[in-house]
C-alpha cells in the first residue's frame, strides 16, 4: 500500500506544531516542578491520581499501565519503585490468579495529597490562567473527541498482534 502523503496544510502545521511544543514545555515544566516541590514523578503522580479517583484505592496493574499508555512490563517496573517507597502495595488478583491489583498506601495519599495543591496551582499558572471558558470548552470537546477515537482504534502493538 504506496499511498501520497497527505501532507499538513500550513494552517494544520502551524496547529499541530504549536500543539506538540505547547504539549512538551507544559509536561516538561509541570514535571520539574513536581518532582522539585513534592518529590513525586509525573508517573507517580498520574498512577496516584488514578488510584484517587477509585473509592478503593485499588486498580488492575493492566489498567493503570492502559491509562498512561504504557506498556505492562514499564508499568511493573514502575510500580516496584512506588511500592519500594511505600507509596503503593501490590496484591495478588484473588478472582484470576494471573492479575495483580495495585493499591494506594496511607503514604501514598499523604504524598499525593501535599502535592495536589501546589500541582493545581502550576496547572492554574502555567495553562487555564491564559485561556478564556469559551476556548476551555473548545478544547475540552476537541480532547474528548481525539480521545474517543484513541479509545476506539487499536494501539500499534495491538494492530501488530492482529496482523500476526
Do not use: Y
Not at 25 to 52: C, H, I, M, N, W
Request: with cysteine; hydrophobic share 40%.
Amino acid at each position: 500500500m504506496n499511498e501520497t502523503p497527505r501532507w499538513l496544510s500550513p494552517a494544520e502545521q502551524r496547529a499541530w506544531r504549536s500543539f506538540i511544543d505547547m504539549h512538551l514545555k507544559l509536561t516538561g515544566r509541570l514535571a520539574r516542578q513536581l518532582q522539585t516541590e513534592s518529590g513525586l514523578s509525573a508517573p507517580d503522580f498520574a498512577a496516584l491520581v488514578a488510584l484517587t479517583d477509585v473509592p478503593d484505592g485499588r486498580r488492575r496493574l493492566l489498567d493503570l499501565a492502559k491509562s498512561v499508555e504504557w506498556e505492562k512490563s514499564r508499568m511493573s517496573h514502575h510500580i516496584t519503585r512506588m511500592a519500594k517507597r511505600g507509596l503503593v502495595t501490590r496484591e495478588e488478583c484473588a478472582e484470576d490468579g494471573r492479575g495483580a491489583f495495585v493499591v494506594i498506601t496511607p503514604a501514598g495519599r499523604e504524598a499525593i495529597e501535599a502535592a495536589a495543591p501546589r500541582h493545581v496551582e502550576a496547572v492554574r499558572d502555567l495553562f487555564l490562567d491564559h485561556v478564556t471558558p469559551a476556548e476551555l470548552g473548545v478544547l475540552a470537546q476537541i480532547s474528548e473527541r481525539i480521545l474517543t477515537r484513541l479509545d476506539d482504534a487499536p494501539s500499534p502493538d495491538q494492530q501488530v498482534a492482529a496482523d500476526a
